[in-house]
């Protein structure tokens, strides 16, 4: 492994972090708040760390893929614990529990370990909502659109962060696949900024919740986090947003390019909005029938509330702890589903759910016809059995750490549906759970050490599984020459 590329880039990662703390800061001085010097004195560190490292190792060298596993796993551990320095100064919060908020909101999860929110600092709650809209599209893929000098190998660092089973530029060179998916997040990002100010939500409140939508993250500036809006305009404008924030970022591109036909020739993207059609409806009928009464409010939740968890955002509208078993068991099941591929989503992601569909029907298929050659297709392309064979590791490796971080949990003496919904929602990124961990609480309670295991999954879930376990395999570590 190059260590000194490794650190060359993690500076000028440290650099940019210091630098996206800006505005945290400049609001903090705009409301002279007690998170001013906080802000100040992480800024300078983090700055004066980056441009060590940045300056002191310059061998240039292509990445390899060791080498982008490294970047990306030690990128996203040196941006939370730097980032988690403004909370702890401040006070608000322990230094574990701070880890534990700012790699929530790096990894876009949205699990708090606060229970009374209003009461932050406004450039706190800045700070910790920005931290989703940085790392939905990913740390290192906004490393690599403002530094071109980084596209030296980089498809390695953009290969090893990008959620989804498949990794594939959109133009030819990295930085201008790095700099659409941008200008798209932006555009996207401010549009709703927009349409939620003048449905009546307040600026500050419109940027920290569109953070919150497109980086499907789901950390509020409100305790009742979307239902403190009695606004159906504004549930529908922020539902609509988080579905729109789980379709892969590229079939936007198609479709600026005039290539509509795309998205409906798309079968993850179709697959994806029958999920979320099919399990609003039976949402709201059973709502409707047990405890609403009122159809129209049943549908409105209910899309909200699929909306939210499928693209596991985790925003919240209601408390959906409340809702009959029946409801509580799809959202359940749409925890481990996820979002789409190359979106800012969490989850196992709906390709991964199709290959898996196909791959049943395939072997059912086979029992009729045993010799038949029947490959798996998506989008009329031809699935290689290694991407097919990844997938299946992937799916295998999800469930094995699900089943052993829910028993590991349970040794909190909490409840199995407490634990089992901690690990789906802090494995898919999600945020809120059930039980104890449901929408209208928090994970203050429990023990550091479960809270740093908690971090580790979100961060396994973030990075894909196995960008982290590939690198910890001791013969990795060895310095190339």
């Known amino acids: 492994m190059n260590y000194g590329i490794v650190l060359r880039i993690l500076g000028s990662l440290l650099i940019i972090e210091a630098g996206l703390m800006l505005p945290s800061y400049f609001i903090a001085i705009f409301t002279d708040g007690p998170d001013k010097t906080p802000f100040l004195l992480t800024i300078l560190m983090t700055a004066a760390i980056g441009l060590f490292f940045s300056v002191k190792y310059r061998r240039e060298k292509s990445i390899t893929a060791k080498d982008g596993l490294a970047i990306v796993t030690f990128g996203w551990l040196a941006a939370s614990a730097m980032g988690a320095l403004p909370l702890y100064l401040t006070g608000v919060a322990g230094y574990v529990d701070s880890l534990f908020e700012i790699v929530s909101g790096f990894t876009t999860t949205g699990a708090t370990i606060f229970s009374e929110i209003e009461s932050l600092p406004q450039g706190i709650l800045f700070w910790r909502s920005f931290t989703h809209w940085i790392?939905?599209?990913?740390?290192?893929?906004?490393?690599l659109a403002l530094l071109p000098a980084l596209g030296i190998g980089g498809f390695q660092i953009y290969k090893a962060e990008s959620p989804g089973p498949v990794a594939g530029k959109i133009a030819p060179r990295l930085k201008d696949t790095a700099k659409i998916l941008y200008i798209t997040y932006i555009t996207i990002t401010l549009s709703e900024v927009f349409l939620l100010t003048i449905g009546g939500m307040p600026v500050f409140d419109s940027f920290v919740h569109t953070f919150g939508t497109v980086g499907t993250g789901g950390f509020s500036s409100r305790n009742l986090s979307i239902g403190a809006y009695d606004s159906s305009y504004i549930h529908m404008v922020i539902a609509v947003f988080m579905v729109a924030s789980g379709v892969n970022f590229s079939l936007y591109y198609s479709f600026f390019r005039g290539k509509v036909t795309d998205l409906f020739k798309d079968e993850e993207l179709k697959l994806y909005l029958k999920i979320i059609g099919i399990a609003t409806i039976a949402i709201a009928i059973d709502l409707w029938l047990v405890s609403y009464h009122n159809i129209a409010y049943s549908l409105r939740d209910a899309f909200f509330q699929v909306s939210s968890i499928m693209t596991t955002?985790?925003?919240?509208?209601?408390?959906?702890?409340?809702?009959?078993?029946?409801?509580?068991?799809?959202?359940?099941?749409?925890?481990?589903?996820?979002?789409?591929?190359?979106s800012t989503g969490g989850g196992m992601k709906v390709i991964r759910i199709l290959v898996m569909l196909k791959l049943i029907k395939r072997e059912v298929g086979k029992l009729y016809h045993p010799r038949a050659v029947m490959p798996i297709k998506i989008n009329n392309k031809i699935m290689s059995n290694e991407t097919i064979a990844r997938i299946?590791?992937?799916?295998?490796?999800?469930?094995?750490?699900?089943?052993?971080?829910?028993?590991?949990?349970?040794?909190?003496?909490?409840?199995?549906?407490?634990?089992?919904?901690?690990?789906?929602?802090?494995?898919?990124?999600?945020?809120p759970g059930l039980e104890l961990v449901g929408p209208t609480l928090n994970y203050g309670f429990y023990s550091i050490p479960t809270k740093l295991w908690l971090s580790v999954l979100m961060l396994l879930g973030r990075l894909e599984l196995f960008t982290i376990i590939a690198l910890i395999a001791p013969k990795n570590w060895r310095i190339d020459a």
């Open 392 to 431: 299946n590791s992937f799916l295998a490796l999800y469930l094995v750490l699900f089943l052993f971080s829910t028993l590991m949990v349970s040794l909190e003496q909490v409840d199995l549906i407490t634990s089992a919904s901690t690990v789906a929602a802090t494995l898919g990124n999600i945020g």
């Open 135 to 143: 790392g939905g599209m990913g740390i290192l893929v906004f490393t």
């Open 313 to 342: 955002t985790g925003f919240g509208t209601s408390d959906f702890d409340l809702w009959p078993t029946f409801s509580k068991g799809i959202l359940l099941i749409l925890m481990f589903v996820g979002a789409s591929a190359g």
